[in-house]
């Protein structure tokens, strides 16, 4: 290929992304530069825009705007009295697009059993979790892991964790697969997890 350092470091950092190789980062790279003003330069400025503006919240683990704050966890209304508790950004997504559940929630950033995750317990955001149980008129924990072993684990962990603050505590239960986790879930098996989940 020709010596451009440019392109063959946007390759490698493409490549990165999920369902994405060396192939197909060429592809998505030669579309770009065939568009520059319709998506290479768009993209390029959304991207620094979203370097700069967007990042977790530290107290609930949702994607925020430093601008604002975070209409998750920082919601003077207290609108909500659930709070429902997802390995991921991506599984608040899903279930938000089912529309089974109105209510908080808490995003772990992974299951307690990552390696990549040091002190699990400061990163998995669970001691804030307990501080926004015990501040927030919270009645209700939904633990909404995965139906895998390491989601499994990690529900019982919290609700380990939770025994002193006296909410009630379910779990999703009938509809998931074993194995199943929520990113991927359609719509219908989401709505029969929450309406059949069991308290704990
Ligand atoms: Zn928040």
């Known amino acids: 290929m020709q010596n451009l350092p440019e392109i063959d470091n946007l390759i490698k950092l493409i490549s990165k992304l999920p369902g994405l190789g060396p192939k197909s980062a060429k592809r998505i790279i030669l579309k770009m530069i065939n568009n520059r003003q319709e998506i290479l330069r768009p993209l390029a400025n959304n991207l620094s825009d979203v370097f700069k503006n967007i990042e977790r919240c530290k107290i609930c683990g949702t994607l925020k705007s430093n601008n604002n704050p ?31 559940y109105q209510g908080y ?30 501040n927030g008129n919270i009645d209700e924990v939904i633990l909404a892991t995965s139906a895998t072993i390491e989601g499994q684990t990690t529900a019982f962990y919290i609700q380990d964790s939770l025994k002193n603050t006296n909410v009630k505590i379910s779990k999703l239960a009938q509809g998931l697969p ?23």
Request: aromatic share 4%.
């Open 105 to 134: 929630y808490h995003i772990l950033g992974g299951t307690i059993s990552d390696s990549t995750n040091g002190n699990n317990r400061e990163n998995l955001l669970i001691n804030s979790l307990i501080e926004r149980i015990k």
């Open 178 to 200: 074993v194995g199943g986790e929520i990113e991927t879930s359609d719509d219908g098996t989401l709505i029969s997890a929450f309406k059949n989940r069991r308290d704990l």
């Open 70 to 100: 975070c209409n998750n966890c920082e919601d003077k209304n207290k609108k909500f009295s659930k709070i429902c508790v997802v390995e991921n950004i991506s599984d608040q997504w899903a279930i938000e697009s089912s529309s089974i």
